[in-house]
């Protein structure tokens, strides 16, 4: 009995921390139990017995960034070794869908955390800037699902990008000028005006539809 | 349609008020002919029916020039709403000279040639991403929303009618029913035609318009299953045929979809092997999906559906495979008769009206069917979206919601439906005819006329027109990756769950069957954009030469303007870390690449298309030389100019004098500029001080690869000297002594010796050309390495490369503005190369 209610009681807890329905929570334990081997922590290695994502060209950059201690908020660089349901259900949240009836501010705040996750995605060195050699790094990952893209051309993409968002970013350079690369300021200017509501959100289901699955 | 009736119709246009006159004479002149052989005879009957079309399409594309004459009308009315109108005015023109209603829209002119065009350039055109991702609000309101809105307003006309507000009318429940299913749908010509004047936000025309689109297989279900109830009579329809027409629906949408999607297959399949057939490439797509709506016509499927499916399908592997003039070909062809066709369709349903025969007045169903269809319309709306939003990520807002019920558009398809009624069976068809015109007339004129004002009152998300952008399409990229990680993590199919294991099945399995070779390779989005977006440069750089009145450039074949990559960039050796410095250093890859791709696909796919695009892509660069002309004449001193514009003019000069000697000489100079080019590297990396190297390497062939990767390790050990400089210096004297066409750019030849004192007419401010804005920030200058490579290129130049003129070399100081004229050749032979070596 009073297991169960503690357990209720964290949930609950979770809940007003992570924003999701104690049904989404539940639902989340279940998989993180399930990944982790019903273990309290889950390593990066647990990630790897996920089939489907053998496909994705960027999983190592994903599944880094959930122990990205920025990401955690634990500390401005470094990676943690393994992170417990609250972490995971931290991450998650970022790709909860927001709340509706927020108002500008706080829809405006959202937002930034959002692009936030995925500017420290793209800053492997925690610096705080996206350089060209990080920016390329991404984009050939990015394009190696396609196996007819050369890498150069991906790099070539990515300096093409890079100019891209240094004309966004600063516009009119000066020949002398240098561009030193993509800061968060300038990340989310080049986002100025693109709507993320549809890319940077899941619709967590209450149910458990995947475990039928495995 | 009927000759004097054409004539009457004709003389009107022609001659307005005279019309009339116009047609007591024209008869004569076809009927009167005389006996024996005649010279010339009239033969109007012999070419009376192509010959009518042809001038409806002409009077309905003039009436279109005419509209957009007055920019305040167009703006305000929406065309269809216009067209209405002219239609109407020219109905009651033929009717007052003839007294004959002669035209109309007939159901098997507007099925089988009018709606086919519009259908397929949706769904050709759809976007199919938005489309996918919506798909179940989208067919929610298809079909929940038909069944609906026919139930509905077919029941509550019915129970107006019981209590006797309208008379006395000889139709029965199925009758209602029957014309509650007709009215129902919202018509897919209608919603475009507005819609397409109102850009709302794109999510929520894409739920109007599919809800339009697919609702066609509701609607046509509905409409055979009453019809054949009336048939039947009343008392004869059993729960067996109810269910029948259930299982119908599923026949015919999942039918019709299927035939849509197996044509789409096979035309996929087909245009992957037209590349010699190149003239009628084009014509696969319409015939193919033609076919496609015929077919599914055939067997009694939704036709619509089958159509709109064939387009959706085989948009991504047809644009692929078809060359890119067949693709434009493709564009416009559709465009024109999908917008051809909507011309005559909503003008014929103007024309359609002016007959005193089809109208039947009841004021209350008249009235009573406009109040139901737009209060049910609404309320369905609200119901299904209370459901969706439940599922919904981004919820549908009550200002989407009053567009989507506004927007709930009827058109043609009602009317040739309705027009197809049997008069015997349903008694009272001249009533649902006029009824059904006057729905129309509402909701294209009325609710067309208000809805932009709606839509700017509530101030309904409007759709912003973006350039696409490099970093947008890489991010996108990128959450689409994260997002289905996230799924895949969190243990749930999703949305991104599927479409992520569908873009893997498309791009291991489908493409490799329905696409060309070489289109696999340059098939990605982003790929696409990133040449798009250098395209554009592209032109816009090749415009602004035009501008500048310099088409020489433009159309000269000669290597020396091939490309220009800039090999030359001053090195900043302070900052060689940065991204800048890198940007600087890797743009000549960066556009080197993207040229050897494009070229490389365009040699496989078309050699003409590649002369124009080399003609464009060359010209990537050319703003920031401009820039630098300009800048380096800020920077540096008046002396230097001088120096430059001497330079240029020695260089100019020995040119003329070379290409002169090198005419003869062919293709073959290309292998051996390339070894020399490379050995000219080789030893700029090498003997980073400039000397003279004692001994020739062999001549080898380093990738381009390699090429880049040595760069900048050379600028980090060597900060002093730039081999890329040093090289370029080379280059440019093996360009300068070995173009064969002597072909130059105009902008860079002096016409007389005396122009050294002025400024020369490329430097002067005043024509200076605003660099695009990629361009710009491009443009690597450093006046202090200028100064000090400036004597390097005299000590550097490469032992094998020709020179007539040793003291004229030594007296020209090197500067990279100079270089970069000539080194483009040299890039442009590599990418040649590099290309024939493939």
């Not at chain 1, 009073?2 to 924003?19: C, D, M, N, P």
């Not at chain 1, 053998?54 to 599944?63: D, G, Q, S, Y």
């Not at chain 2, 000759?3 to 009457?8: A, C, D, W």
Request: aromatic share 10%; net charge negative.
């Amino acid at each position: 009995m009073g297991a169960a209610h503690s357990a209720s009681e964290e949930v609950r807890e979770l809940v007003g921390k992570t924003g999701f329905s104690s049904d989404q929570i539940e639902q989340l334990h279940r998989r993180f139990k399930q990944l982790s081997g019903d273990q309290p922590t889950i390593r990066k290695e647990n990630f790897s017995s996920i089939p489907d994502l053998e496909l994705n060209p960027i999983r190592a950059k994903i599944v880094r960034a959930f122990f990205d201690n920025r990401n955690l908020r634990r500390g401005p660089s470094g990676l943690a070794e393994e992170i417990n349901f609250e972490d995971f259900l931290g991450i998650m949240s970022y790709f909860r869908p927001m709340d509706t009836g927020l108002d500008e501010e706080q829809v405006e705040l959202c937002r930034r955390e959002k692009l936030r996750f995925l500017f420290h995605m793209y800053d492997s060195d925690s610096d705080g800037r996206i350089t060209l050699e990080e920016y390329r790094n991404v984009v050939e990952e990015l394009l190696s699902g396609n196996p007819h893209i050369e890498k150069e051309s991906a790099r070539s993409i990515a300096d093409g990008a890079m100019m891209e968002a240094a004309s966004v970013c600063v516009g009119q350079m000066e020949p002398d000028q240098v561009y030193e690369g993509i800061t968060f300021d300038d990340f989310l200017k080049i986002w100025q005006g693109i709507d993320i509501e549809t890319k940077m959100h899941v619709r967590f289901l209450n149910m458990e539809t995947m475990a039928l699955c495995h | 349609m009927r000759g004097p009736g054409v004539l009457g119709a004709l003389g009107a246009l022609a001659l307005g008020a005279q019309g009339a006159r116009a047609v007591e004479e024209q008869p004569g002149g076809a009927h009167g002919g005389g006996h024996g052989f005649q010279v010339v005879t009239f033969k109007w009957h012999h070419v009376q029916d192509p010959y009518i079309i042809a001038l409806w399409i002409l009077v309905a594309s003039v009436a279109k020039i005419g509209f957009h004459l007055s920019r305040r009308v167009t703006s305000v009315v929406p065309e269809s709403a216009l067209l209405i109108v002219l239609g109407l005015v020219l109905g009651g023109i033929v009717w007052a000279a003839d007294h004959i209603a002669s035209f109309s829209l007939t159901p098997t002119v507007f099925f089988f040639y009018l709606l086919p065009p519009i259908v397929l350039d949706a769904g050709y055109f759809m976007p199919n991403r938005l489309f996918f991702g919506n798909l179940g609000s989208i067919l929610l309101y298809a079909v929940v929303g038909t069944v609906w809105n026919a139930a509905t307003t077919g029941l509550s006309l019915y129970g107006v009618f019981l209590s006797g507000l309208m008379g006395d009318l000889n139709t029965g429940l199925l009758d209602f029913l029957l014309f509650g299913s007709l009215i129902a749908a919202v018509d897919p010509v209608a919603v475009l035609a507005v819609f397409e004047e109102v850009h709302v936000n794109e999510v929520l025309f894409i739920i109007v318009f599919g809800e339009s689109l697919l609702n066609d297989a509701v609607t046509v279900v509905l409409y055979n299953v009453f019809e054949s109830f009336v048939t039947l009579g009343g008392d004869n329809v059993t729960g067996v045929d109810c269910v029948k027409g259930i299982v119908s629906f599923f026949v015919v949408s999942l039918g019709g979809a299927l035939v849509g999607v197996a044509f789409a297959f096979l035309l996929s399949l087909v245009t992957r092997f037209t590349k010699h057939v190149r003239t009628i490439e084009p014509g696969f797509v319409f015939v193919l999906s033609y076919l496609s709506y015929l077919t599914s016509e055939m067997l009694s499927l939704s036709a619509i559906l089958a159509i709109t499916f064939c387009g959706i399908c085989c948009q991504k592997y047809v644009k692929a495979n078809i060359s890119e003039q067949s693709a434009t070909t493709v564009r416009y062809t559709m465009k024109m008769l999908a917008s051809g066709a909507e011309t005559i369709i909503f003008m014929f349903l103007g024309i359609s009206a002016v007959d005193p025969l089809i109208w039947k007045w009841n004021t209350a169903f008249v009235l009573l069917t406009l109040v139901f269809i737009s209060v049910y319309r609404a309320l369905g709306v609200v119901l299904q979206t209370w459901v969706l939003n439940r599922y919904r990520m981004v919820a549908l807002e009550p200002i989407d919601q009053v567009v989507m019920s506004y927007g709930g558009l009827r058109g043609a398809v009602a009317f040739a439906l309705v027009v197809l009624l049997d008069e015997n069976k349903v008694k009272e068809k001249n009533l649902f005819v006029s009824t059904t015109i006057i729905v129309i007339y509402f909701t294209v004129i009325f609710q067309g006329l208000t809805i932009k004002p709606l839509v700017q009152w509530l101030k309904v998300k409007r759709s912003e027109h973006r350039e696409p952008k490099l970093n947008e399409k890489l991010h996108g990229r990128a959450f689409d990756h994260i997002l289905s990680a996230i799924e895949d993590i969190s243990g749930q199919i999703g949305h991104n769950y599927l479409r992520d294991k569908w873009s893997n099945f498309d791009r291991r399995f489908l493409s490799k069957v329905l696409m060309r070779r070489s289109a696999q390779k340059s098939r990605d989005r982003i790929l696409n954009v990133f040449h798009e977006l250098n395209l554009k440069d592209a032109i816009s750089y090749v415009a602004e030469g035009e501008r500048r009145g310099s088409l020489a450039f433009i159309r000269s074949p000669s290597t020396d303007n091939m490309v220009n990559v800039d090999f030359s960039t001053p090195r900043p050796s302070t900052v060689e870390a940065s991204v800048s410095y890198l940007l600087r250093e890797n743009m000549s890859a960066v556009r080197l690449d993207m040229q050897s791709l494009e070229q490389r696909r365009h040699s496989i796919r078309d050699m003409e298309d590649m002369v124009t695009h080399h003609t464009l892509q060359q010209y990537l660069y050319k703003p920031r030389q401009e820039y630098k002309h300009l800048y380096s004449r800020h920077e540096l001193t008046p002396n230097e100019d001088e120096r430059q514009d001497r330079e240029v003019f020695q260089r100019t000069m020995r040119k003329r004098l070379d290409s002169f000697k090198s005419a003869k000489l062919g293709l073959g100079h290309g292998a051996t500029r390339l070894h020399r080019r490379e050995r000219a590297r080789r030893r700029n990396s090498s003997i980073p001080n400039g000397k003279l190297p004692l001994e020739r390497p062999p001549s080898f062939t380093i990738p381009e690869k390699a090429l880049e990767l040595l760069e900048p390790e050379e600028a980090a050990d060597d900060d002093a000297v730039s081999g890329g400089i040093e090289f370029l210096a080379a280059v440019t004297q093996d360009t300068a002594t070995e173009s064969p066409a002597g072909c130059d750019n105009p902008g860079f030849e002096p016409e007389e010796p005396g122009f050294l004192s002025r400024v020369p007419p490329w430097l002067s401010p005043g024509e200076t050309v605003v660099p695009s804005q990629r361009a710009r920030l491009q443009i690597p200058c450093s006046p202090g390495n200028v100064h000090r490579l400036a004597p390097f290129r005299l000590s550097t130049r490469s032992t094998d490369s020709f020179q007539p003129d040793d003291s004229t070399q030594g007296q020209a100081p090197a500067r990279p503005e100079a270089t970069h004229i000539a080194a483009p050749g040299a890039e442009a032979t590599q990418v040649i190369l590099d290309r024939m070596r493939l």
